[in-house]
C-alpha cells in the first residue's frame, strides 16, 4: 500500500488561497533609457546597461567572425568605441589580401 504524505503549505502559495503577486522592480531607468538611444542611432549594434557593474555593453550584431564587444561607463564612450570599431571592420573588409605589387621605379 502506497501512502501519500499530506501536501505540506510552502512559500507563498497556499492551497486554497490565491497566490500572492510577487513584486517587480525595474533598476536604473535613466540608464536603460540612455542604453536605448544608440541603439537607434546604430541599428546594428545591442546596447545594454548592467545593473551591478554600472558599465555600458555593446555588442554588434551584424554577421562577423568575432563580433566586437565594448565596455564604458558613458554613453559617448560607448558611441565613440562603436564609431571606432565600423570603420575597423569596414577597412578590414574592403583591405586587399595581398599588397599591390610594384612593377618599376617611380
Known amino acids: 500500500m502506497i501512502r501519500r504524505r499530506p501536501s505540506l503549505?510552502?512559500?507563498r502559495h497556499r492551497d486554497g488561497?490565491?497566490?500572492a503577486p510577487a513584486p517587480h522592480y525595474t533598476w536604473d531607468h535613466e540608464a536603460?533609457?540612455?542604453a536605448a538611444t544608440p541603439e537607434i542611432t546604430w541599428p546594428g549594434w545591442s546596447v545594454l546597461h548592467g545593473t551591478g557593474s554600472w558599465f555600458f555593453?555593446?555588442?554588434a550584431t551584424w554577421p562577423?567572425?568575432?563580433p566586437p564587444l565594448i565596455c564604458d561607463r558613458?554613453?559617448?564612450g560607448i558611441k565613440g568605441q562603436m564609431r571606432e570599431a565600423e570603420m575597423t571592420a569596414l577597412l578590414q573588409r574592403w583591405a586587399p589580401a595581398f599588397?599591390?605589387?610594384v612593377t618599376g621605379r617611380f
Request: proline share 19%; aromatic share 0%; glycine share 4%.
Open 9 to 11: 503549505p510552502r512559500g
Open 17 to 19: 488561497q490565491a497566490a
Open 32 to 34: 536603460r533609457a540612455e
Open 57 to 59: 555593453h555593446a555588442i
Open 64 to 66: 562577423t567572425p568575432e
Open 74 to 76: 558613458t554613453v559617448e
Open 99 to 101: 599588397p599591390p605589387a
